[in-house]
T-cell receptor, first 114, second 115 residues
């Protein structure tokens, strides 16, 4: 059983389209949620944290549904520069020593087509 | 402010050779982590260090050792490389506790090939 599951895609969408990714997590006690963006052959970079009430950052909207244990990311008005892999990340708490215990999904690949 | 830096960027090893991957952060973070990323597997935690002086095993520690040299630096050593260790290795750091401290920041990665 994977801790975090994502549809790997790929999602190929035209510029200007709206696209949504979903992610499910298995541990109901998970505490924090994030979306990271990873460009080809680059490191993951934090896109946004996901708050219980949902949050928006420009064209990006993240939502959390604790009852169904899923997280979503909506991208409106897609740009060519949005082409990347989007990683769903769940924090299940902290290790005894205090470091964060994160689980990463395998990522959903998005290609925005001109 | 460089964030998290890693060296080397690329490395090719022969089976049985050893090497050390270096990582440093300048964000005054307490916690540091080493991950490997393989196709279709997502990032998996190898070792982590919650603070200077402590290190602990993650999900896939076999074949690796680590050293938390000081608050800034956290190195990963492969004592006897195996082809199964061919991967991309990422170092990351984070604060501990408090809003925003749970986010991890990653270095640029090391692409390692073991032949």
């Amino acid at each position: 059983r994977k801790e975090v599951e994502q549809d790997p895609g790929p999602f190929n969408v035209p510029e200007g389209a709206t696209v949504a990714f979903n992610c499910t997590y298995s541990n109901s006690a998970s505490q924090s949620f994030f979306w990271y963006r990873q460009d080809c052959r680059k490191e993951p970079k934090l896109l946004m944290s996901v708050y219980s009430s949902g949050n928006e950052d420009g064209r990006f909207t993240a939502q959390l549904n604790r009852a169904s244990q899923y997280i979503s990311l909506l991208i409106r008005d897609s740009k060519l520069s949005d082409s990347a892999t989007y990683l769903c990340v769940v924090r299940e708490g902290i290790f005894q020593t205090g470091a964060n215990n994160l689980f990463f999904g395998t990522g959903t690949r998005l290609t925005v087509i001109p | 402010n460089a964030g998290v830096t890693q060296t080397p960027k690329f490395q090719v090893l022969k089976t049985g050779q050893s090497m050390t991957l270096q990582c440093a952060q300048d964000m005054n973070h307490n916690s540091m982590y080493w991950y490997r990323q393989d196709p279709g597997m997502g990032l998996r935690l190898i070792y982590y260090s919650a603070s200077e002086g402590t290190t602990d095993k993650g999900e896939v520690p076999n074949g690796y050792n680590v050293s938390r040299l000081n608050k800034r630096e956290f190195s990963l050593r492969l004592e006897s490389a195996a082809p199964s260790q061919t991967s991309v290795y990422f170092c990351a750091s984070s604060g501990t506790g408090g809003t925003g401290d749970y986010e991890q920041y990653f270095g640029p990665g090391t692409r390692l090939t073991v032949t």
